[in-house]
């Protein structure tokens, strides 16, 4: 069922009127947004096909279909709902969804349901929609925010209350960031007043939603290269049945060299794409590993497809975790998420903070307010990784290049120079091969065969 607020709204000045109405006691620094500032739309230029979509979930998950589920949340958080009515095609879509992840990356607490004009238009069940988008936005091909206030209904759930405030345009951080104060007021008038829905229990064990066969079939694709290459492979992890047999005792070891395996291939594969690696350390026995597992890493591998490789790796045996500690990455505790750089020697380099801990939608419905805003959820895992893959992509494709220079140097540069070493300086060479660092190994050895060769001849 679609929930919607059911204004009588027939104009933009009506609407604005509205605001006025319900302004209240609150007068003091509010701002009404209207058509009385300028603004200077700019088109979408969203780098290549599926750009849109990702900027879509980077910021949010809510849209027409599940808007009750951001009500819930802004109910549990005492925080206002900001509506945003776009599409692809829609003037400023991409500066205002730019601008709103990175004010909800600073505002954890905030919520949004994204509208998408062109997906609500061609659903015979969205009619409601429809007509709301048209009233309030008298059909202009611009961006459109409104921000309202939640309130308990009659049977105690949460709906909409109020407008707060309105904005067209892109450029609407500061101002609805300012109205949102107001929004909190208003909601927070109603917190001993809402009732929220059982949760399902199905949820609450962390379980998939279908069937074990789909399940299974989820946790099967993920070890599977995508369009049938190994080189295209940019997800890796254990299948179900893989992670159960391996988590027998007496399998520790077969459990530690799997790991290994999947971290270096893993790696590899992020080298050679120069892209990011952005690991789930998960653990033998872990429930909260487990709903993210199901609930948050199909979103994830949706979002990151040819953003990042992803690996999902079992962090329960501590040999693991020394091999982890060896490679720059220190690991005491799961589920937690990291967004790397990887060189050529398979060392990380951390770009963020190392994101612990996970709350599903069925968790945040039981916790009160105060643990909401600090509990790691979907969005806020997601926001999280959105901010630190600029950096982690930057230094890849430093290595990728620094390396490409490397290997051209090495094409042109003619021989090893051992042709011109003494008996002697060969044997020297031949000692200080034999004591290389581990790091340089397959080099010092490549080193060491020309050098006896050298000898022998």
């Not at 042109?412 to 340089?440: C, F, K, V, W, Y």
């Amino acid at each position: 069922m679609n929930h919607i607020p059911n204004y009588p709204i027939e104009s933009n000045r009506q609407f604005n009127q509205i605001q006025n109405q319900y302004r209240g006691n609150f007068d003091n620094g509010f701002q009404i947004v209207d058509n009385s500032r300028v603004i200077r739309p700019t088109e979408n230029n969203f780098e290549r096909a599926g750009g849109y979509d990702n900027a879509v979930r980077n910021l949010t998950s809510y849209d027409h279909t599940n808007a009750h589920e951001a009500m819930n949340r802004a109910a549990k958080t005492g925080n206002g709902v900001a509506f945003i009515v776009g599409s692809e095609s829609t003037r400023d879509t991409q500066k205002l969804l730019d601008q709103m992840t990175e004010l909800k990356k600073q505002n954890p607490g905030m919520e949004f349901v994204y509208l998408d004009k062109d997906k609500i238009n061609a659903d015979p069940a969205a009619g409601k929609w429809r007509e709301w988008i048209q009233k309030t936005t008298g059909g202009d091909n611009l961006a459109f925010t409104s921000l309202q206030s939640v309130k308990a209904g009659p049977d105690g759930k949460p709906t909409m209350d109020r407008v707060v405030s309105t904005h067209w345009g892109g450029d609407i951080k500061d101002s609805l960031l300012d109205q949102n104060q107001y929004a909190k007021r208003f909601t927070g008038e109603h917190k001993d007043r809402f009732k929220f829905a059982a949760e399902n229990p199905e949820a609450r064990e962390g379980k998939p939603e279908g069937s074990g066969a789909d399940a299974a079939k989820r946790e099967a694709d993920q070890t599977k290269p995508k369009e049938g290459s190994e080189a295209a492979q940019d997800v890796f992890g254990m299948s179900k049945a893989e992670r159960e047999e391996l988590h027998k005792p007496g399998n520790e070891e077969k459990l530690d060299r799997k790991n290994k395996e999947l971290f270096n291939k893993a790696a590899e594969a992020a080298r050679k794409a120069g892209l990011p690696l952005v690991v789930n350390f998960e653990g033998r026995g872990c429930q909260p590993c487990l709903a993210k597992k199901n609930e948050a890493n199909p979103e994830l591998e949706k979002a990151l497809d040819g953003k990042a490789v992803m690996l999902n790796m079992d962090a329960s045996e501590e040999a693991t975790r020394e091999f982890l500690a060896g490679h720059g990455m220190e690991v005491n505790s799961w589920p937690a998420t990291g967004v790397f750089s990887v060189d050529k020697d398979n060392n990380l380099k951390l770009h963020g903070q190392l994101m612990g801990g996970y709350a599903n939608r069925a968790d945040l419905e039981k916790m009160p307010p105060e643990e909401v805003a600090q509990a790691m959820s979907l969005d806020r895992l997601q926001a999280g990784i959105a901010g630190s893959l600029p950096d982690a992509g930057q230094e890849m494709q430093r290595l990728k290049n620094a390396q490409t220079r490397e290997k051209e140097r090495s094409r042109q540069e003619p021989g090893s120079g051992l042709e011109n070493l003494s008996p002697d300086q060969l044997r020297n060479r031949i000692m200080n091969t034999l004591l290389a660092s581990e790091g340089s190994k397959g080099r010092a050895m490549a080193d060491l065969a020309g050098a006896i060769e050298r000898l022998a001849a």
